[in-house]
């Protein structure tokens, strides 16, 4: 099985790594860059618990290749605040009371902040839409929702 | 550091609603879970060989190919793990040895330096497996025709609350016979009896199942496991491998959701069968979401088969209740969740006549385990559908019917227990008040049905009579205070609640108290299980007990060097004052350097540290004939629900409009996170009413992704979804506090059914209730052509 | 029953400089080698084991695979390695509102970051959302083969599920929608079980146009997911739409006329008997909902 090495960007750092061909960028985030806020729920696109950011639009991090990413730029969980100052969706979804088990709460908020970048006044159902490919087993979503939309009004 | 005196804080914390103290960690993607913990190079990955045959004999296993692929570390099989397990009843083992009795059950399992060797070797071992006749339907195996998948049923290790039927696949029978059922069915103006079905459904934690295990050169075994139930697995790894308690430690962090299937234990043996032989390298299991659903404890499909009656007035009067629960191929909780299918069939409801036949039965489906709720939801599905038929039938007011109906404190109940005060009436009026339940509204467009329905249920708490809890309490230079328990975080927000208590019975702010994690059985004290909505009410009063220690400590201390009564002291805002001499001194080194004698004369005091255990000690056994008793259970939590529902009449699709959702808790420690509770809970019930159902044909499940099976997403939500709660205090509870965590979606299935009925005037009663289901249900009866 | 991968089995990945070079790989590595755009069919299953390739070539790369453009006399052209999160953004796609719908209703919005268009149409499941709206339109595929260039049209590419007309060594490299008729009207109706991001249990893709040379006035093209071996365009109900006045009683005929020619089977997702009745519910759906669209 072939190696590549590759350079990426990762929450504003340069990172060069070796992967294999069938490591997936979840894998590399986790196992090479020690990057473990980014969750795998189901490793086939489908809960959204390792949703990051490729070049600012949000990706499920297991269905894209490690080395696909080359060149690229990366944002997660651990990227998302910004000189130790919380991002307004992660404020929020604290005041809100949208954590719980807080598993799904990683891929939660890159969906959330990427919507918010590129709408950023959405209005109910385009946050609804923009959350559904992230499964949450815990809070019925709705204090989720609300958050980002409390988000939205603040910023 | 921030400076802890001018650090604004929340006093008397008890019944806010404080922030969790987990948060920080968990929106920053700091919080450690299982699969998070770097082991290095060492690790080595584990995979499971599973059967491909619901029933048969193992004729032939050959691991030599496996072993031989370069990478591969240990292979093991049955033949390495003798012993019987098993939470309850002794009837498993780690590994299938001469028999496989489901589709996805562990044959062998391998350990090698990366998942892909480990998943390659799996493909190299050969199994041959001899089909035997296989049973997929509970009722059938309860019959005297159903091949028999556990012939050494009679030899199992078993406690005395659980009675299998030897020669039988019953694995448990629990008997109510209270009353004189035949006698007042002859009373009753009305009966109505109806047969339900509730499928296999799975829990669906956003993390899979993950545990590590490591042997220490001593022989001493550590587990870092996803778990809800670190000490009672530490009791069954100790039996699988033959050692005693202390030679194994259970590490245990945040839990990405339970929900129950993360207690007692399943793949974690595996883990530790592989650690065992690998020569001191740490071996990670982790369950593949496909595994998660095909593999893992199950809620277990119920066929339940309902005859209630009552008078004119409408008073009910008679129940018979047989039910058969799909236990799988060999139990864990499965056992118990039948017993409480039992000691609770009457639902909320004051019946004097009970007959009751709860059976669970071994079939070839995978095991059942618990699952939020415990056997409540599947209960009370059918029971909130019957009592809405004979409310109908008499021609009474659902409402009404419920109220007349419902369990108040002082009645004896369906085990023959005094009921405690509950507020049961109260929560009915709330939903219906809320939900405008009298009221028929329009439907929001000609295509479309309107409809209502309600339900009450209960739930006790499902353990053994003596099911403890304990919390250490130490206090730390700054004034801070540290709380040990082993109770788990999982999401519900225990932590936090365990902060609230601590800190409100000693006397500081929220914010000083902090709770040691990761749950570690060498060091946490112990805490029976993160089950059964038990940690509030039980692991708080160890915590109230412990922080109450400490602060008789404190009192004491201060009392001596101030020659004052502690009795005049009190604990406010991390300060100690005296009430008579208005003097006062911080907590702050005190509470661990002591306090000096006037003229040097030595000190007084020392380290404050505070203990606190719980156990009821007032829970007594059933009798094995009738299922009565003095007190079957530690108390019930109860609660109503109401859906507001639209059918759209061309696809049969569900839109809530409303749900209320009004409990009993007692009294609510955060109201905040009593409501997240509710919502959330509320939601999962919703889900698992309209979408879910494990297809299993053959004892093959035919949809284990989240492709194919599917929960409720952001898309699917009630446009209100109403969390309300009610305060009758439990004696027993902290402040009056008893659980609320699992209640929420116990009634929902019943609810619907009874709101989908109200719309369209079909029954459709058996879950999913599913948009083809309703639409097909609407076509037969002529609702729609 | 085969248990999913934990991860993604081994096998190369390659990624070829140029078209000609991409061709000759993927023949002479047939079967062995599969091209791809998103990944998100190949991925999932290759987990699953239904997958097995030695080699998979990215086509993101190449040549003509990048471009998504809209031309007055072409249409719009949509190249493979475009993610239908930049067609639904691209705003003269707009002029297309069906496809824009249709996709808009694949998985969700991260998934879609990835999935493509192309490789919808390539994975050729029954179920593919956004095929419907590509044949209303009469789409065409621009490929690459071991032979140079060609085209093919979508109407007939579908030779059973999974299947296709590519050939060993074949690329798809964009799709070009011809320019649609003025003034006409889309709906893609996809029922799930959720309410989003399931897949359909049937998807109604429906175009309808003012037209004078047919009887009723106007011209409608329907095509329907998960209800048959291939994406089903059900010709009769377009016919009767086309020669009756289109009243109630007409779309309802029709309706009938598409759900009667359906052949669905029993899945997970819903059973063949429900299928139909949707077929006829939504079709009637779909066409009213277009009717008031066109005259409004
Ligand atoms: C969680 C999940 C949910 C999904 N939900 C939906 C849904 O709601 N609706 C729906 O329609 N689909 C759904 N899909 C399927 C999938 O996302 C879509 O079919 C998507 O459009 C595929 O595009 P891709 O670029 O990712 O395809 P790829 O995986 O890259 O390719 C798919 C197939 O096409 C072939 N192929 C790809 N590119 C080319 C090319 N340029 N030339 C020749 N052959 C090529 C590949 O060999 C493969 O056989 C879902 C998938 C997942 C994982």
Redesign the interface.
Same mark, same amino acid.
């Given at each position: 099985?072939?190696f590549?090495q590759i350079s990426v960007k990762v929450n504003g750092n340069d990172e060069v790594v070796t992967v294999?061909?069938?490591?997936?960028l979840l894998?590399m985030l986790?196992e090479s860059l020690?990057?473990?806020? $980014?969750?795998?729920?189901?490793?086939?696109? @489908?809960?959204?618990?390792c949703?990051v950011m490729?070049n600012g639009?949000?990706?499920?991090s297991?269905?894209?290749?490690a080395? @696909?990413v080359d060149g690229q730029e990366i944002t997660?969980?651990?990227g998302?605040?910004k000189d130790g100052q919380?991002d307004i969706v992660?404020k929020t979804?604290?005041e809100k009371?949208g954590?719980?088990?807080?598993?799904? $709460?990683?891929g939660m908020?890159i969906?959330a902040r990427a919507?918010l970048n590129r709408n950023p006044h959405p209005t109910e159902e385009q946050?609804?839409?923009?959350?559904?490919?992230?499964?949450?087993?815990? $809070?019925?979503?709705?204090?989720?929702?609300e958050s980002v939309q409390a988000a939205a009004e603040r910023s | 550091m921030a400076n802890t005196d001018t650090k604004p804080g929340t006093m008397n914390p008890v019944g806010k609603s404080v922030q969790r103290l987990d948060v920080m960690e968990k929106v920053t993607g700091a919080a450690h879970y299982t699969d998070d913990i770097p082991f290095g190079n060492a690790l080595l990955y584990g995979r499971v060989k599973r059967s491909t045959v619901a029933h048969g004999l193992i004729k032939r296993i050959d691991v030599s190919k496996a072993k031989a692929l370069p990478g591969v570390k240990v292979v093991v099989t049955g033949e390495d793990f003798p012993n019987l397990i098993g939470l309850y009843l002794k009837d498993k083992t780690v590994f299938a040895r001469d028999r496989v009795r489901f589709v996805g059950e562990a044959i062998a399992a391998v350990a090698a330096t990366s998942e892909e060797i480990a998943e390659k070797a799996i493909d190299l071992i050969e199994v041959d497996i001899e089909p035997l006749p296989a049973v997929f339907d509970a009722e059938f195996g309860a019959s005297k025709d159903a091949p028999l998948i556990h012939p050494d049923l009679a030899n199992y290790e078993c406690p005395n609350f659980i009675f299998p039927v030897p020669g039988t696949n019953i694995s448990n029978h629990f008997k109510i016979r209270k009353g004189n059922t035949e006698e007042a069915f002859k009373k009753c103006a009305v009966i109505m009896e109806k047969k339900f079905r509730v499928p296999h459904v799975q829990h669906v934690p956003i993390e899979p199942h993950i545990a590590v295990a490591q042997v220490e050169p001593d022989g001493d075994v550590t587990v870092w496991a996803a778990s809800q139930s670190p000490f009672s697995q530490r009791s069954s790894f100790a039996k699988a491998l033959g050692v005693s308690e202390s030679k194994i430690r259970v590490i245990a962090g945040y839990v990405g959701g339970g929900f129950g299937c993360k207690a007692g234990v399943t793949m974690e043996n595996v883990a530790v069968a592989l650690a065992s032989k690998s020569g001191g390298r740490p071996v990670k299991v982790r369950l593949t979401r496909e595994e998660e659903f095909f593999t893992n404890f199950v809620r277990q499909g119920l066929i339940i088969n309902l005859k209630i009656g009552c008078d004119a007035q409408g008073n009910v009067l008679a129940m018979e209740n047989n039910q058969w629960w799909d236990g799988g191929a060999s139990t864990e909780y499965g056992v118990n969740i039948t017993r409480a299918g039992g000691y609770n069939s009457s639902g909320p409801f004051d019946i004097p006549n009970i007959t009751t036949n709860a059976m669970c039965v071994y079939t070839n489906h995978p095991i059942g385990g618990a699952y939020r709720g415990f056997g409540m939801s599947e209960l009370h599905a059918g029971i909130i559908q019957v009592m809405d038929m004979l409310a109908e039938k008499i021609g009474m007011d659902k409402v009404e019917f419920l109220k007349r109906n419902a369990i108040q404190g002082g009645d004896f109940n369906v085990t023959g227990m005094k009921m405690h005060p509950v507020g049961l009436q109260e929560c009915i009026d709330k939903v219906a008040k809320e939900l405008n339940f009298s009221v028929k509204e329009k439907a929001s467009s000609p295509t479309k049905r309107r409809g209502k329905g309600i339900g009450i249920v209960w739930k006790a708490p499902s353990m053994p009579p003596n099911a403890g809890s304990s919390a250490e309490v130490r206090l730390n230079e700054d004034g801070s205070v540290t709380v040990s328990v082993g109770g788990q975080e999982i999401g519900q927000g225990t932590f936090t609640v365990m902060a609230q208590i601590a800190a409100e019975a000693l006397g500081v702010a929220y914010e000083m108290v902090k709770i040691e994690g990761p749950v570690d059985t060498r060091y946490s004290p112990y805490e029976w299980q993160t089950v059964a909505s038990r940690l509030t009410w039980s692991m708080g009063n160890a915590v109230r007990r412990a922080a109450e220690d400490a602060r008789k400590n404190i009192l004491e201390m201060v009392a001596e060097a101030w020659g004052e009564n502690p009795a005049n002291l009190d604990i406010k805002n991390g300060y100690v004052v005296s009430m008579k001499s208005e003097e006062s001194i911080s907590l702050k080194n005190i509470v661990v350097y002591g306090i000096p004698r006037p003229g040097d004369q030595g000190w007084i005091g020392g380290p404050v540290l505070g203990r606190g255990t719980f156990m009821p000690s007032y829970v007594t056994n059933l009798d094995k004939d009738t299922g009565q008793g003095a007190r079957a259970v530690v108390h019930y939590t109860t609660g109503c629900q109401g859906i507001d529902i639209e059918i759209d009449t061309e696809t049969g699709k569900i839109e809530i409009i409303k749900a209320v959702s009004v409990f009993d808790v007692g009294k609510a420690i955060n109201p905040d996170l009593v409501k997240a509770q509710i919502e959330g809970g509320f939601i999962q019930g919703m889900s698992s009413a309209i979408f879910e159902e494990m297809k299993l044909v053959n004892g093959v499940m035919k949809n284990p992704s989240f492709v194919d099976y599917r929960i409720a997403t952001t898309a699917d939500l009630p446009r209100e979804n109403i969390a309300m709660f009610v305060e009758t205090a439990q004696d027993d509870g902290p402040w009056g506090a008893r659980g609320i965590g699992e209640h929420p979606m116990t009634p929902t299935i019943g609810v619907l059914a009874n709101a989908i009925y109200d719309a369209v005037g079909v029954r459709v009663s058996n879950p999913p209730l599913s948009a083809e289901k309703i639409y097909l249900a609407m076509l037969e009866a002529g609702v729609v052509s | 029953m085969t248990s999913a991968h934990p991860g993604l089995p081994e096998f190369d990945y390659v990624k070829p400089a140029g078209l000609k070079e991409a061709s000759q790989f993927l023949a002479q590595h047939a079967p062995e080698a599969r091209p791809f755009s998103g990944g998100t069919d190949t991925f999932v299953r290759m987990r699953d084991g239904f997958f097995n390739p030695k080699y998979l070539v990215d086509v993101k790369g190449l040549e003509g695979t990048r471009v998504l453009k809209i031309d007055e006399k072409e249409g719009l052209t949509i190249g493979a390695a475009i993610p239908m999160n930049r067609v639904v953004a691209f705003a003269e796609a707009s002029r297309y509102p069906l496809l824009v719908e249709a996709a808009k209703s694949v998985a969700s919005y991260q998934l879609r970051s990835r999935a493509t268009i192309i490789g919808n149409i390539c994975n050729a499941s029954p179920a593919g959302d956004t095929i419907g709206a590509c044949l209303a339109y009469q789409g065409v595929l621009n490929i690459h083969g071991v032979d140079g260039p060609k085209t093919l049209p979508l109407n007939g590419f579908f030779t059973g599920p999974g299947k296709n007309l590519l050939k060993p060594g074949d690329i798809v490299l964009s799709i070009t929608l011809p320019v649609p008729p003025k003034g006409h009207a889309g709906r893609y109706i996809k029922l799930g079980r959720n309410r989003l991001s399931d897949l359909s249990i049937v998807g109604i893709s429906a175009m309808g146009v003012k037209d004078s040379s047919t009887k009723s006035g106007y011209k409608f093209h329907l095509a329907i997911a998960s209800v048959a071996p291939v994406p089903f365009i059900p010709a009769k109900a377009e016919e009767i739409l086309a020669n009756n006045a289109l009243n109630t009683e007409t779309i309802i005929l029709a309706a009938q006329a598409a759900m009667d020619a359906v052949t669905p089977i029993d899945d997970v997702r819903g059973s063949a008997q429900y299928r139909k009745f949707m077929v006829r519910n939504l079709v009637n759906r779909a066409v009213t909902e277009i009717m008031q669209k066109l005259s409004a």
């Open positions: 099985m072939g590549h294999s061909s069938n490591m997936t894998r986790r020690a990057l473990t806020g $980014t969750k795998n729920g189901c490793a086939a696109g @489908e809960c959204g618990a949703t490729l639009e949000p990706v499920n297991c269905m894209v290749l080395v @696909e997660t969980i651990e998302l605040a919380l992660q979804i604290i009371g954590v719980q088990c807080g598993f799904c $709460t990683p908020l969906s919507l946050v609804v839409e923009a959350l559904v490919g992230n499964l949450c087993r815990c $809070t019925g979503y709705s204090r989720i929702i | - | -």
